[in-house]
T-cell receptor, first 112, second 114 residues
Framework: AQSVTQPDIHITVSEGASLELRCNYS??????LFWYVQSPGQGLQLLLK??????LVQGIKGFEAEFKRSQSSFNLRKPSVHWSDAAEYFC??????????FGQGTELSVKP | DAGVIQSPRHEVTEMGQEVTLRCKPI?????LFWYRQTMMRGLELLIY????????DSGMPEDRFSAKMPNASFSTLKIQPSEPRDSAVYFC????????????FGQGTRLTVV
């Protein structure tokens, strides 16, 4: 069965520090992978997505993610975090027919 | 386009009452999804439609939940009767196609059943 695991429930980083949020997936075929961000009281906004091709994907707000098939991972990175990046981040895998299976989310706090 | 529009944004109701959540997808999108978000279970897909037809409702928790999509621009999620454990944020999302295309989310309806 398809699944997504985000091992870190909560991460705190200092403003200006680098960030890496982990995501592991389980899927039988070549996956469609997504990262969404959710600010408090808001819906989910797409940061980036991977379908095929270059395994390093660039997204909005300076985020990038790297697809590693051998590790079944799709980790999200940002070289320098801003206070406005504090939010909850969700990794998801496309499960066919447009369905998305989400991980449990990682809450990011940013220290000044 | 204004994006996916959900109403109401907040709903407080008493146990046993009927609750109806509404969604207007982005025009031209063929897929519509209803998700539920709770602390315990995260984001769960309840049901999704393709061209107004329900495709997969395996995520609907109980018969108390029902969803309809009478036309391409409107969908409802109904809970009757509501229970306190139904308290959650309910999201509607739409997508122009299936497969790996992006889903666009509404801002959600926060439901509290007391």
């Amino acid at each position: 069965a398809q699944s997504v695991t985000q091992p870190d429930i909560h991460i705190t980083v200092s403003e200006g520090a680098s960030l890496e949020l982990r995501c592991n997936y389980s899927y039988g075929a070549t996956p469609y992978l997504f990262w969404y961000v959710q600010s408090p009281g808001q819906g989910l906004q797409l940061l980036l997505k991977y379908f095929s091709g270059d395994t390093l994907v660039q997204g909005i707000k300076g985020f990038e993610a790297e697809f590693k098939r051998s590790q079944s991972s799709f980790n999200l990175r940002k070289p320098s975090v801003h206070w406005s990046d504090a939010a909850e981040y969700f990794c998801a895998v496309g499960a066919g027919g447009g369905k998305l299976i989400f991980g449990q989310g990682t809450e990011l706090s940013v220290k000044p | 386009d204004a994006g996916v529009i959900q109403s109401p944004r907040h709903e407080v109701t008493e146990m046993g009452q009927e609750v109806t959540l509404r969604c207007k997808p982005i025009s031209g999108h063929d897929y519509l999804f209803w998700y539920r978000q709770t602390m315990m279970r995260g984001l769960e897909l309840l049901i999704y439609f393709n061209n107004n037809v329900p495709i997969d409702d395996s995520g609907m928790p109980e018969d108390r939940f029902s969803a309809k999509m009478p036309n391409a621009s409107f969908s409802t999620l109904k809970i009757q009767p509501s229970e306190p454990r139904d308290s959650a944020v309910y999201f509607c999302a739409s997508s122009p196609a299936g497969g790996g295309t992006e889903a666009f989310f509404g801002q959600g309806t926060r439901l509290t059943v007391v």
